[in-house]
């Protein structure tokens, strides 16, 4: 269990380890999705969504939806991130609508075929080399059963991810570790903070949230909760729209004595959201760099330092990782420092 305040910041490279898309490749994917033929949409889901828009959203026509689409797949090459072009284009309603419909469909599609998905017989076993696991197993070292309520005191997880695959794990590594019944595992699973600054497709069931609707993990995509989705995923320029989330994302990094980046391509956007003005006490940082060049490494540990710098204890300690480990191994290897 972690003794000093420790927060988490999670990326897509997170996810990834169980199977959940890159930034990059969920750019391929939503061109993919929002793909148009003679007869209109190809893919179902998105269809029938639209359809469901027209009826709702006065004024809306078909025409308006499909020549969105074909701008939201035409610049996904050009964009850095769906993010980054649904903010450039905060101003189209439309462009943002389709958009938003297409990461809940292809984030709620790679749930279910995600390596915790339904057809994973032994969620633990099949997901055994996501770095959830390994924070479990570190964080349940030496703990017994009856000593289970303060497993999460002092920890909280910041997520940029739009899935659920953190909470959803979770419950599934109590109940296995522990030997726990589900509503056991729920009860304590719910003590782990977990923060999505720009919300996530959906409610656990277990888990409400306010003005989310839930959305069980791993079920089949329906147009009525892609439509649903629309107000529960938020682009940069809608961080008001979750500002009781933000302000506990600030109080959090301010606070903590550690932070732990994994998986986060530390994108300018993000980090904006992410720090708060005031840094409240100085800080040990750990993150990965898997995939960034070392001239893109040396410009985001000074970023980072400069953005966490306490003003009277002065910038934090930065330690990245090696270009090639990712989040998983990251925690295997410096394990001992981030936890103890």
């Excluded at 629309?230 to 940069?236: A, K, L, S």
Aim: charged residues 25%; contains cysteine; glycine residues 6%.
């Amino acid at each position: 269990m972690f003794t000093r305040k420790t927060v988490f910041v999670v990326g897509a490279g997170g996810s990834f380890e169980v199977n959940l898309p890159t930034g990059p490749a969920l750019k391929t994917l939503i061109a993919t999705k929002l793909k148009q033929n003679e007869r209109g949409f190809v893919s179902d889901d998105i269809r029938e969504a639209v359809g469901e828009l027209i009826a709702t959203r006065e004024g809306r026509t078909w025409e308006q939806y499909k020549d969105a689409s074909q701008k939201v797949a035409d610049a996904m090459p050009a964009s850095l991130s769906i993010d980054n072009f649904l903010h450039s284009h905060s101003h189209d309603e439309v462009i943002v609508e389709m958009g938003k419909l297409a990461i809940s469909a292809c984030i709620l599609e790679k749930e279910q075929t995600s390596k915790l998905g339904p057809a994973s017989k032994k969620v633990i076993a099949s997901a055994e080399q996501y770095w959830a696991n390994t924070f479990c197993k570190i964080l349940t070292e030496g703990v017994q059963v009856k000593d289970r309520e303060s497993l999460f005191d002092n920890v909280t997880i910041i997520t940029f991810n739009y899935d659920r695959c953190i909470e959803y794990f979770v419950v599934e590594y109590l109940k296995t570790y522990f030997l726990l019944s589900s509503e056991e595992a729920h009860i304590l699973a719910r003590k782990l903070k977990v923060l999505h600054p720009y919300g996530q497709v959906g409610n656990l069931k277990w888990n409400p949230k306010r003005g989310y609707h839930p959305i069980p993990f791993g079920s089949k995509v329906v147009a009525e909760q892609l439509v649903q989705c629309i107000d529960q995923i938020h682009t940069f320029t809608e961080q008001a729209t979750e500002p009781e989330v933000i302000q506990e994302v600030h109080n959090a990094i301010s606070s903590a004595e550690r932070v732990v980046f994994l998986g986060f391509a530390y994108h300018d956007l993000n980090m904006q959201l992410l720090i708060p003005e005031a840094i409240g006490s100085r800080k040990d940082i750990y993150g990965t760099a898997f995939g960034l060049s070392d001239k893109n490494v040396g410009w985001i540990h000074t970023d980072v330092q400069r953005r966490m710098t306490h003003t009277h204890g002065g910038a934090p300690v930065f330690d990245m990782s090696e270009r090639d480990i990712g989040c998983n191994q990251f925690l295997l290897d410096y394990w001992r420092p981030i936890f103890n």
